[in-house]
Structures are given as C-alpha cells and as structure tokens.
C-alpha cells in the first residue's frame, strides 16, 4: 500500500500490496486447501465485516475479540495469515506480531487500525508486517494485500 495523507478518506498505507494473481476467474493465487485467516479486532463490526468479506472470496476465517483469544485457540498453528488490529485492550497488534516472532511463528500479519500512525506504521513494516491498512478500508485493498502475504509465505512473491 502507498502511504498516503492523513486526510485521504480511505485505506491504505504501508508497503506496497500487489502481487502475481494465478487464477483470474478467482482473482487470487490457488491453492489445494483453502488459507486460514485468523482475524483479530476489538470491534465486532469490523470483525464480522472482514469475516464475510473474505468468506465470500473462499478463505477458511476464524475471528478473536484479543490476542489472547488467538493464542490461547487451537488455530494458532494452521493460521496462513494475521489480521489484527494495531490498538487492542491488553496486548497490541504488533505486540502480538513480536511474541509470535519471538516463538518462531511465521504467519504473514496485516495491520488494519482506525488511527494510522506513521511510527507505529514504521515499526510494524519493520517487524516484518505484509501491510497497514487504515480503517475504512476497501475490501479489494485488503484481499490484494492478503493475496501478496499468501504469496510471500509461499516463498513465490513475484511483484
């Protein structure tokens, strides 16, 4: 994702999210089993929201209200991808990003946040984030940053 003004009226900012798409009738890269994505948000709107958008493009979605909530599911170890989001009661986004680098997790995350910050943004990308999307975003932006982490955890990124 570009990063774009704080006045934008829409989505992205972050590192670039675009990538190879393998089967165009679907829009994204195939595969035998479909992704897991494991949706963390401390609004229920915004996971029920982002639960139909990718169910309706084929991915396996299972939501938490809080990072503690993921880790203590017994989905922590066949998530293809995190959605999380930055500011969360308890334990951040990208607090939780560092534990699970820290334990050897190598899920893809992308941070969706409602107050975009350019060092909290910096340190995500850093840490190894795919994306940093401000809320609202478009459901096209987040499946193109989705497609691109999926891609990457693949270890086939072509951009």
Do not use: W
């Amino acid at each position: 994702m570009i990063l774009q003004s704080r006045f934008a009226p829409h989505f992205s900012t972050g590192r670039l999210c675009y990538g190879k798409r393998l089967d165009p009738a679907l829009g994204r890269p195939v595969l035998s089993t479909p992704p897991v994505i494991s949706v963390i948000d401390d609004d229920a709107s915004v996971r029920a929201a982002t639960n139909n958008l990718l169910r309706s493009h084929g991915y396996t979605v299972h939501t938490f209200a809080s990072a503690e909530e993921f880790l203590r599911s017994a989905h922590l170890n066949d998530t293809s991808c995190v959605i999380a989001d930055v500011q969360m009661p308890v334990m951040s986004g990208p607090d939780l990003l560092a534990l699970m680098r820290a334990q050897s997790y190598r899920a893809p995350f992308i941070f969706i946040t409602a107050f975009p910050d350019e060092s909290v943004r910096a340190r995500a990308l850093k840490a190894g984030a795919i994306g940093f999307l401000a809320k609202p975003f478009a459901g096209p932006t987040l499946i193109k940053c989705l497609d691109t982490a999926l891609q990457e955890r693949r270890g086939g990124a072509d951009t």
